[in-house]
């Protein structure tokens, strides 16, 4: 059955077995949206609730960051892919991803929004300065990711600082017991996993025995040398197990259980899950039940007959997508009495290799080749992301990476093809058994309804005032956003609160916002917002308040909390009396770069004419089609040949722009003058005004009764403007010996696309020298193919 025919099938029982209340859901995928991204076929029941959406359309995000090791204002370049659906498809209805810098006290530190296209997004995070030395964490996600919990962010591991510090020798070591499913169990063997770790949360390699009271040696460890050990044994319900170190020191296992289930997970066959499950004698005759459940999907369930006391069952892994999927054992009364957790790889992963070039190019010039296959060895016509840094410390970049989430990255130094997906699925089992948080959401963790809608742009939400500090309630408000970029104009209103609500914003970078209402003077013109920002609470949880987020412009204001706005969370706040003296002086906005222009006609306040009106009264300016519905204006031969550049109270718009566009834009009871400027005048705008400029200023900048047009505005940081590695490369090359021993980045390009086949070559000059050169290699492809790969040159 293709596409399109289930669809319409899908439409016809939703309308009708779907309640009216459903249909019109808010922020949940419709099939419309769905066919555009999704290539598979959907059940004929699908999405008939809210709930479908939350269980079908999961987002995962898999994240390459250049370097786990950073300094102190130094860029942390990344590319983020995010894979949705059933089929986990590189392609998202979310738009914006939310990346953040969290500190060991999980204290937000800094927080940056970047645009989702064609599931990717890429950029470039700047590691504060004056941060202490140390462990932070990385994390990324999007607004649609919070329903399902903190579990499905992409996290990444990063150390600040002297690197060797963060792996020094601790007397304090913290050590952690992990039975594989769940606890100790008498008289049977139990397979025990062991973490050892540091102050700082790093990996500690220790060695020892398991002892028991009276001291004897019952079993010792095997360690794989990430601070993680296993044993197996069979303990007695009267001892008490002890750990004891090779130094002496002593920790003290588990209690052991008198009776129980013994669960047993083999996951390194490619395509099934061997499960053992052991029953002591005096619950052997209970029903139980077997689950396999990931994100809030159950895969498989099954009934286990354990009369002997010993059940054993294969599961193929066919369907189910890649992720951490819970292995769960439940009673009678659905109570769960065991679980583990599995890594399911992926079933379409492709084959990514790079290798040195010999060639005779430039000095100091190298060059890879890269190239991408599926499992047949056919090519594949890709984009790769590659980086190559300036490794310090080989080993402890490896502890860092494998304590730093989901690890889909490949050694090409140990990595052998032959049995490379079995050690990473063994090495990921055993970091998920010794996790706190080893298992993915159940189902009964899911929401019953949609709190976080797909996200398509930046918000901006808060309470509009006028600068009489009146709460302006139901009233439209024009908003005019300026930036260097260009010009956006919406039209809005405020709801009975007087809160406003702007969505769908798509601005770069930091962006002028300026907020307009009717009325009869520029005091109650202007609208002041205050924005609802992001704060933070003694948990470190996310809180609504009414506060500016500082951020690299310190008067910007950041896309509102993603946290859903509720009249009953609002605090009524006591009517207040504000003061004000008008001043007495009248007062005219400046001229922009203090250039006095040969032509200007001002309006008259009591009197007012249109824009066209006003520009007649200019010398030499013609209005041609005065009157008509779409006016044309004509500059005089001696304003020059080109373009004409309209300039609004210091912003330049972004051109084409018509006078009929400029009448639409700004009543001409708001203009206060009009300028235009010819020559050398002109000149300071550049070729965009070789026909001369047109600057046009408003009353609400200064009017007869001078009013602070700051307060009408608001700074607002868009989507972030990311560093490009052209400039970075620059700035070290100019500054080589700072970097020489810091990990350094010293390429990156997120962008590079393989041929018809599979193929491409990359070439750079390292900007400095270097002592090892650790380049890594990632792609996803539409389809939800996925590699990642390393080397050590």
């Not at 053992?276 to 159950?298: D, F, H």
């Not at 946290?563 to 009524?572: A, F, G, L, R, T």
């Not at 006003?614 to 304003?639: H, N």
């Not at 307060?711 to 620059?730: A, M, P, T, V």
Request: hydrophobic residues 35%.
């Amino acid at each position: 059955m293709n596409l399109k025919t289930t669809l319409s099938i899908g439409l016809f029982f939703c309308f009708l077995t779907v309640p009216s209340s459903i249909k019109a859901q808010i922020g949940g995928p419709n099939l419309q949206d769905l066919e555009v991204y999704f290539e598979s076929d959907l059940p004929e029941d699908f999405q008939q609730n809210e709930l479908d959406s939350l269980i079908s359309w999961q987002e995962r995000i898999l994240l390459h960051i250049d370097k786990p090791i950073v300094n102190e204002g130094s860029p942390l370049f990344f590319k983020a892919y995010t894979l949705t659906g059933p089929n986990r498809v590189r392609a998202t209805l979310s738009k914006v991803l939310k990346v953040e810098l969290i500190s060991k006290s999980q204290d937000v530190l800094v927080t940056q929004y970047h645009q989702i296209q064609e599931g990717m997004s890429e950029g470039v995070f700047e590691i504060p300065k004056k941060l202490e030395n140390g462990s932070y964490t990385l994390r990324a996600y999007t607004r649609w990711m919070q329903n399902y919990g903190e579990s499905f962010y992409a996290i990444k591991k990063l150390v600040l600082g002297e690197v060797d510090d963060a792996f020094a020798n601790n007397e304090e070591v913290v050590v952690s017991f992990h039975p594989e499913g769940g606890g100790l169990i008498s008289n049977f063997n139990n397979r025990l996993l062991i973490k050892a770790s540091t102050k700082e949360g790093y990996p500690a390699n220790i060695k020892g025995d398991i002892i028991d009271e009276e001291g004897n040696r019952i079993m010792p460890l095997v360690s794989f040398d990430n601070g993680i050990m296993s044993t197996i044994f069979k303990p007695n319900s009267n001892q008490n197990y002890r750990l004891k170190t090779n130094d002496g020191s002593i920790f003290k296992l588990p209690r052991v259980n008198e009776k129980g289930y013994v669960l047993n997970v083999n996951n390194l066959n490619p395509e099934l899950l061997n499960i053992r499950v052991q029953a002591s004698p005096e619950i052997s005759n209970r029903v139980v039940k077997i689950n396999g459940i990931m994100g809030g999907v159950t895969y498989f369930s099954n009934k286990l007959d354990l009369k002997t006391s010993l059940a054993e069952l294969q599961i193929s892994k066919k369907g189910i997508p890649f992720g951490v999927m819970t292995i769960s054992l439940v009673d009678e009364n659905n109570q769960q009495v065991s679980k583990r957790p599995v890594f399911i790889d992926v079933d379409n992963t492709l084959k990514l290799s790079i290798a040195p070039l010999n060639e005779n190019g430039k000095s100091g010039e190298l060059a890879f080749k890269v190239k991408v296959s599926d499992s047949d060895d056919n090519p594949v016509a890709t984009q790769v992301t590659l980086s190559a840094t300036n490794t310090v410390s080989r080993v402890n970049e490896i502890k860092i990476e494998e304590h730093s989430g989901f690890n889909w990255e490949r050694d090409e130094l140990v990595k052998t093809a032959k049995n490379s997906a079995r050690t990473n699925r063994f090495k990921k089992d055993l970091e998920l058994l010794i996790s706190s948080e080893n298992s993915s959401p159940s189902f009964q963790n899911l929401p019953d309804k949609i709190k976080y809608p797909f996200q398509k742009g930046l918000d901006l939400f808060g309470y509009a005032y006028d600068l009489n500090n009146k709460l302006l309630e139901n009233t439209k408000i024009q908003m005019l956003s300026a930036s260097d970029a260009n010009v956006v104009v919406k039209e809005l209103e405020t709801d009975g609160s007087g809160r406003i609500r702007i969505e769908n914003l798509q601005l770069v970078g930091d962006n002028e916002l300026i907020f307009r209402t009717k009325g009869d003077d520029t005091k109650s013109r202007l609208v002041k917002l205050v924005p609802i920002q992001e704060s933070y609470d003694e948990d470190h949880k996310p809180k609504s308040i009414l506060d500016f987020k500082k951020t690299k412009n310190r008067d910007a204001v950041q896309s509102s909390p993603w946290q859903p706005i509720s009249s009953d969370d609002m605090i009524e706040l006591e009517e207040v009396v504000v003061l004000e003296s008008k001043m007495k002086e009248n007062k005219t906005t400046p001229s922009v770069y203090g250039i006095v222009p040969d032509r200007v006609v001002f309006q008259d306040v009591k009197r007012p004419v249109t824009i066209p009106q006003l520009l007649m009264g200019i010398p030499g300016v013609q209005v041609i089609g005065f009157g008509t519905l779409e006016p044309r204006l004509s500059l005089p031969r001696a304003a020059g040949m080109g373009p004409v550049l309209w300039v609004i109270d210091g912003f330049p718009l972004i051109q084409p722009t018509s006078l009929l566009d400029i009448i639409n834009l700004i009543s001409s009871a708001d203009v206060e003058r009009i300028e235009i400027l010819y020559g050398a005048q002109a000149a300071i705008y550049g070729t965009r005004a070789s026909g001369g400029a047109i600057v046009l200023y408003t009353r609400s900048a200064a009017g007869l009764d001078y009013i602070n047009r700051k307060e009408g505005r608001l700074n607002f940081q868009g989507y972030y403007e990311s560093l490009s590695f052209d400039s970075y490369s620059e700035l070290l090359s100019k500054r080589p010996k700072k970097y020489e021993d810091k990990a350094t980045t010293l390429f990156w390009n997120p962008n590079i696309q393989t041929d018809e086949n599979g193929e491409a070559i990359v070439r750079f000059t390292p900007p400095i020298d270097y002592k090892n050169l650790k380049i890594k290699v990632s792609t996803v492809t539409e389809k939800g193919e996925i590699a990642s790969t390393k080397l050590i040159f």
